[in-house]
């Protein structure tokens, strides 16, 4: 069996039944229970890997990696073995407390995240050594023969052997909602898209009408559904955490020019190197911004608690600051923009002209179907009965042949008091190719080669407005005794057309404005057509509707890319990687992205993003991948979202400047005071501790309001500002710490080391 794992699965969708038999070595009776159990220990158990919670001790021992607890500790035990027992003290304190919240909030958030959905069924139908037999999903191995029939979830990626009018939603997986045909065939060309191969089954799709037997080709960790679930991708730290860890080391970096320095003024002046030892690792505590962790993460929670009233659920705190600072959102279509809901939007004649008789037709064909009705039927049969509550269905039917990836139409034949009527209904090139007559109102025509171009282009013309389009043809009066088979397929009666949309949800419109108003660029990443991604983003205000497709990506280097989303906000028919590629790229150019979807084939891009949003009905693995969901379904609270993300960066930002210029200001104070006074102008223990006091009332942050105009752009980490800020309110703060040593010094007479701890 080793063999099975060298072949692609474009390769596997183009062998024949017998090659693909041979080639997983077994046979339409399916596996010995021997076997089955050798090939469960060859490839494990049919289950994906899912994230187990961390530990106490490793969520410990992470909560206090961080630069400025790391550079703590070492002060700490250097003032333990030097015998500063109080100084050691004070330092474990301000460990202990920024860790300790550190470890509370993460915590919480890590349990929150921990909510994985088991996407096998509890079993299977495989045949075993013949007989069908009931076993569990997990259990399935490379070369079980299972069973398929309408309602069933595939457990396994599978290649079809036999099947009948089988048509699988692959929704969770690339986003289309459109249900797709599949049936056992050997494809001369190659597919890019493994969701487009024919004879390929995916774990995770669902089988909506029909059955088949099928071919176990992959489980567990080698499934397609695997790749997208787990695959973490390689990217650069996201915005926060880059920005934070640049802002630590700066502050680090100052500290280690600076301390020495005053190490050495001291000793030199003073002549006892002990005393400026510790004095040294004093002011080293003084400039550490040690409760910074505290401050962020109370912002955050603060930030949290402020989304969670407007029904924002934040799993990952920093995703708050992230939403912020977010420059560019990539958004799927089907259930974030639209309703991922069809209506029927349209019923129209030879002319496009709007015909109830159309809507009759199309009315009986769905409903008088015994099979399995798609989104599209549902649409027809909601839609009619709504306008035509008191109609019955008094018919008998005398045949149906069933939709199949062939015929692309659905034909029914029936019967009531009046007569007999046969109805097809399905894709335009197909229904028009079994015509030879059109009806006009009450006319019924000669089809003409006039009359086809004319209906190509009433068929185009409605086809550019974004809808699906679908066509109407019938013949009345049959003779019961002929072959639907062949009544069906030829000599019918052009009826008109029927369109079809998934409307733009009301609130995505003007969420998408006030996003462009806060410089927030939106980009449509979709697995969807590109006529109908323009469509909705023609509705939803999006200005430039070029689009590209996956296809046309995948013949372009990284750099073209980059040039085509700086130009363009429409991207479709997309595969999962596809959208984490064109997240990668957009990060790339320095622009912080978010992603919103609700699809499984969406978890690839959400862990790629900055910051990943989900919504209320999104499925329960792509909101395990999410940072942030959305309870509501207003998209207006997305707007919240950052604006709530932009005012916690700022009051985060407040703090950070105002303790970078603070502990300059004391370190310049100390140092020329130091230079001035025969003694210490400060013991380290009175550094320690006003430095903790300091940090404590910069706990009222959170709080602080912030000016409209910040709000206007996306916030990001700035350095420059912040050493400008620094240098200019540093030496103004030392000035008033000079003066209050002169006011010790001259006006109470604090002259020797003996009086320091006067005050």
């Known amino acids: 069996m080793a063999k099975t794992i060298k072949m692609t699965l474009n390769q596997i969708n183009q062998l024949t039944q017998k090659a693909s038999l041979e080639h997983f070595e077994t046979d339409k009776k399916g596996l010995s229970r021997q076997q089955r159990t050798a090939r469960l220990q060859t490839y494990g158990e049919n289950t994906i890997q899912k994230r187990q919670q961390r530990s106490l001790l490793r969520a410990s021992w992470q909560s206090v990696q961080d630069p400025f607890i790391g550079v703590l500790a070492v002060l700490m035990i250097i003032s333990w073995l030097s015998r500063d027992i109080d100084g050691a003290i004070v330092m474990l304190i301000m460990i202990v407390v920024s860790s300790s919240i550190r470890f509370v909030q993460e915590r919480k958030s890590e349990q929150a995240s921990i909510a994985l959905q088991a996407m096998l069924a509890k079993t299977s139908r495989v045949v075993i050594e013949g007989q069908p037999t009931e076993v569990a999903a997990q259990s399935l191995v490379p070369g079980d023969i299972v069973q398929l029939q309408t309602g069933d979830l595939v457990n396994a990626d599978l290649k079809i052997l036999a099947s009948r009018d089988l048509q699988i939603n692959q929704s969770s997986l690339t986003g289309e909602s459109k ?6 065939t050997a494809q001369a060309t190659d597919v890019t898209n493994v969701a487009d191969m024919a004879s390929l089954l995916l774990m995770g799709s669902t089988v909506v009408n029909g059955q088949a037997t099928a071919l176990v080709i992959a489980t567990g960790q080698a499934t397609c559904f695997s790749a997208i679930v787990t695959t973490e991708p390689k990217s650069r730290p996201n915005q926060f955490d880059a920005g934070l860890k640049h802002i630590s080391w700066l502050l680090i970096r100052m500290m280690l020019v600076l301390v020495p320095f005053v190490f050495v003024i001291n000793g030199v002046t003073k002549g006892d190197w002990q005393q400026s030892f510790f004095f040294a690792i004093a002011v080293a505590v003084g400039l550490t911004p040690e409760m910074l962790p505290m401050i962020v993460n109370s912002n955050l929670a603060k930030g949290s608690v402020v989304l969670s009233q407007q029904q924002v659920i934040v799993k990952q705190l920093k995703a708050i600051q992230n939403l912020g600072a977010m420059s560019v959102l990539c958004t799927d279509k089907t259930g974030t923009l639209t309703e991922d809901h069809i209506k029927l939007m349209y019923y129209a004649d030879i002319l496009g002209e709007r015909d109830v008789q159309v809507l009759r037709l199309a009315y009986l064909n769905a409903k008088g179907q ?96 974004g809808m699906r389009m679908l066509a109407v043809a019938y013949q009345d009066d049959l003779a019961e005794t002929a072959s639907i088979d062949h009544v069906g397929n030829q000599g019918l009666i052009f009826a008109g057309f029927l369109g079809f949309l998934d409307p733009p949800k009301q609130s995505a419109i003007s969420a998408i404005q006030q996003l462009q108003a806060h410089q927030v660029a939106v980009k449509i990443l979709t697995g969807d057509s590109a006529l109908t991604t323009q469509q909705v983003a023609q509705k939803v205000g999006i200005q430039n509707l070029a689009v590209t497709t996956g296809e046309m990506l995948e013949t372009l280097t990284d750099a073209q890319v980059s040039e085509l989303l700086t130009e363009q906000a429409l991207f479709a028919k997309l595969a999962p990687l596809q959208k984490a590629r064109l997240i990668r790229l957009l990060q790339a150019q320095g622009e912080v992205v978010g992603f919103m979807g609700d699809g499984i084939n969406d978890t690839t891009a959400l862990k790629q993003a900055d910051v990943g949003i989900s919504v209320d009905n999104a499925a329960d693995l792509t909101k395990d991948a999410s940072d942030v969901i959305l309870l509501e379904k207003d998209l207006n609270v997305l707007e919240h979202g950052v604006l709530e993300g932009r005012r916690v960066f700022i009051n985060m930002y407040k703090y950070i400047r105002i303790t970078l210029a603070s502990n300059l200001g004391n370190v310049l104070s100390v140092l020329v005071a130091s230079i001035c006074l025969p003694f210490l102008p400060m013991l380290s223990l009175q550094i320690l501790v006003q430095n903790l006091l300091y940090d404590v009332a910069q706990l009222w942050l959170p709080w602080d309001r912030v000016a409209e105009d910040q709000l206007r752009q996306p916030t990001q980490w700035a350095t420059k500002g912040l050493l400008k800020s620094a240098f200019i309110l540093g030496p103004l703060s030392s000035m008033v710490d000079i003066l209050t040593f002169a006011i010790l010094w001259f006006g109470f007479g604090l002259q020797t080391s003996a009086q320091q701890g006067a005050f």
């Open 370 to 465: 015994s099979g399995w009705q798609n989104l599209l039927d549902e649409a027809i049969i909601h839609y009619y009965e709504q306008d035509q509550p008191n109609d019955d269905f008094p018919y008998q039917k005398l045949g149906e042949i069933p939709f199949n990836f062939e015929r692309r139409r659905l034909t029914v034949w029936l019967k009531n008091h009046a007569g007999n009527q046969l109805v097809t209904k399905g894709a335009f090139e197909e229904v028009l190719a079994t015509c030879s007559q059109v009806r006009l109102a009450d006319q019924i025509e000669p089809l003409t080669e006039v009359q086809k171009q004319n209906l190509v282009a009433v068929h185009d013309r409605l086809a550019q407005q």
């Open 179 to 184: 249900p797709v045909s599949k049936r056992i």
